[in-house]
């Protein structure tokens, strides 16, 4: 592959679209040799029935078993690995995939690192969210994708979330799907995908609260509102991702009422357009 930095113990990788757990290094001999894919010849003992090994006198206690721990997803030393919470020296190294930092521009790294931060809780504010506003065009949806994927498979002690809602205007659920399959492949991340003329609504909503396979869901702003009494009702939904965020502005508005309806911990807002200085927007 030409990439000496991925070969670590424990290190995940992506090859070919899959999923690829480094177990460990074997001598090439030893691979050569094909030991590793068959099992080795062991001499079974034969039970004769002449004699019979007693009962110990006392219970036997189980040996502890150490876990082993935890490392990284990601070589936090590999040259240009992008560390969201390097500041946080008691906490686990939370790297971003390298598929995906290498796409990362410079101040698209600063705004995943940022977004990372504020849902985590690590930056200088009582709150777990934030609003990403940038211009168009300047890759607030891949920043948004890098986050999502990251705390969907790391965090200090495992997976952060297993839920994420995505929440767009209709003519944007189909783009997000594919900004989805561009960056993380077609088959790693199954998605629900809820646009104005999705036919089961309420079976694909079935589906995501009771976590049939698919972790992320993306629908309009208009069926979140038609849907939110139930939507509501889903309870481990880990990141609510609004995009056009600037479409909430007004708190007496439906849609951002229906918004407030989901008790979710972590909200990541996005908007190319600017807000106005007025605190009531915010």
Not at 40 to 50: L, R, S
Not at 75 to 84: H, M, T
């Amino acid at each position: 592959m030409g990439r000496s930095d991925c070969f670590i113990a424990d290190t995940e990788l992506v090859v070919a679209g899959k999923e690829v757990l480094l177990d460990k290094l074997v001598d090439e001999n030893e691979f050569k040799k094909g030991k590793l894919f068959t099992k080795e010849d062991e001499e079974e003992e034969k039970d004769t029935g002449d004699s019979v090994n007693p009962l110990p006198e006392f219970p036997v206690q189980p040996i502890g078993i150490k876990k082993k721990p935890r490392k990284p997803l990601y070589n936090p030393n590999a040259p240009n690995a992008l560390v969201l919470n390097k500041n946080v020296t008691e906490e686990i190294p939370v790297v971003v995939e390298p598929s995906i930092m290498r796409h990362l521009r410079p101040h698209q790294r600063d705004g995943v690192i940022f977004v990372y931060n504020c849902l985590m809780g690590n930056a200088n504010f009582d709150g777990h969210g934030c609003i990403l506003a940038d211009e168009m065009g300047l890759g607030k949806t891949l920043q948004a994708i890098a986050v999502l994927w990251t705390l969907l498979k790391q965090g200090p002690s495992g997976p952060t979330v297993n839920k994420i809602i995505v929440v767009t205007p209709s003519s944007l659920v189909q783009n997000w799907a594919k900004e989805l399959d561009k960056w993380l492949g077609t088959q790693r991340l199954r998605t629900i995908i809820i646009g104005e003329d999705s036919k089961k609504v309420k079976e694909f909503l079935h589906e995501f609260k009771e976590g049939l396979v698919k972790p992320l869901m993306i629908l309009s702003y208009d069926q979140f509102r038609i849907h939110s009494e139930y939507i509501s009702s889903i309870q481990d939904v880990g990141l609510l991702v609004c995009d056009e965020a600037h479409n909430l502005k007004n708190l007496s508005s439906k849609t951002t009422q229906a918004i407030y309806t989901l008790k979710v911990k972590r909200r990541l807002l996005l908007s190319g357009t600017p807000f106005q200085n007025n605190l009531d927007e915010y």
